[in-house]
């Protein structure tokens, strides 16, 4: 993984030598140039003149060290933060998952979402971030990605995006738009299940393609305020490791319990999409094991999200 010293050295708008960015990233020139190839592929305005390297209209970095500095209080955490790569989730997968090591990065490649769908990942605008989380296999549970979900959307209403919250399973919306989502994968290993969990969120203003399949937002355009990433991002951070720490201690139940605060379509009009046909009902909450529970034809049925797809239709 390569670290974002490269934007934290270039952040102060100042002409760099590429021997001083090579010795601070330990790259050898042939790759740097690539690295900064992809840089300004992804957008960014960098030049290149007479062996030094200046980025103009920068924006401010995610930082790794003020990161920390704000978890003090979260044992065991090791927070990475990198200019680019293809999948903050593939990537920390890939390298062994180390427990509480967090990877983030200002722009992914090839960012993705449930089913696999492309996530949109535009550089230095928004968070993408994955969590690395050992949990013995008896405390396994279907539904945490429903109760990371809630804690998550709690942190964005209390940063002032009030209509926050989550449609089932894995989606963060506001003002009936999507404004982020979670996508937890899991390998097992003799006793404990080595979670990844990702979190995507739309953080600063900007400007989505047209072709997204529905309506986005970012934290920004809900609260009306300017948002810091990297205060954002310790909250968010902070919010997954005390729910994940509660679901050590066995209290899914009580996670599960609150999500009907943040539950978007709790008695709403709703479409189910299967692989053979769409289906209408209301939906009236999850059951136990987070499974959606739709009322379809006077009928209550229950859809597992790796079944189905949700869209609220009111």
Not at 36 to 50: P, S, Y
Not at 205 to 231: K, M
Not at 266 to 283: H, K
């Amino acid at each position: 993984m390569t670290n974002n010293s490269i934007l934290l050295t270039l952040a102060s708008g100042k002409p760099v030598s590429i021997p001083d960015l090579a010795g601070l990233t330990g790259m050898a020139p042939v790759l740097l140039s690539k690295h900064i190839d992809t840089l300004i592929d992804a957008g960014l305005d960098i030049k290149q003149d007479q062996g030094h390297v200046t980025w103009v209209d920068t924006f401010a970095c995610l930082d790794s060290r003020l990161i920390l500095e704000g978890l003090v209080p979260y044992e065991g955490l090791t927070v990475n933060v990198v200019d680019t790569l293809a999948s903050t989730n593939s990537v920390l997968a890939e390298s062994g998952v180390t427990a509480k090591q967090i990877l983030l990065s200002e722009h992914q490649t090839a960012g993705r979402g449930r089913h696999q769908r492309t996530w949109v990942s535009p550089i230095g605008k928004n968070l993408y971030l994955s969590f690395g989380w050992d949990l013995k296999i008896e405390r396994l549970h279907p539904a945490i990605s429903l109760c990371i979900g809630s804690a998550i959307a709690r942190v964005l209403q209390q940063a002032g995006a009030q209509s926050a919250g989550m449609k089932w399973p894995n989606d963060l919306y506001a003002s009936q738009a999507k404004m982020g989502g979670i996508l937890i994968e899991s390998k097992t290993d003799k006793s404990l299940a080595r979670l990844v969990i990702g979190v995507g969120i739309n953080v600063l203003e900007q400007t989505f393609p047209a072709d997204l399949s529905v309506a986005a937002t970012t934290v920004e355009q809900e609260t009306g305020a300017s948002i810091d990433r990297n205060t954002l991002v310790i909250e968010v951070i902070a919010a997954i490791y005390d729910t994940m720490k509660k679901v050590e201690a066995g209290h899914i139940k009580q996670l599960l319990d609150g999500w009907s605060e943040f539950d978007l379509s709790y008695n709403q009009p709703v479409d189910v999409y299967t692989q053979d046909e769409v289906r209408s009902g209301v939906a009236l909450g999850i059951d136990a094991l987070g499974k959606l529970q739709v009322e379809i034809d006077n009928k209550q049925e229950v859809f597992d999200s790796a079944e189905i797809s949700l869209r609220i239709t009111s």
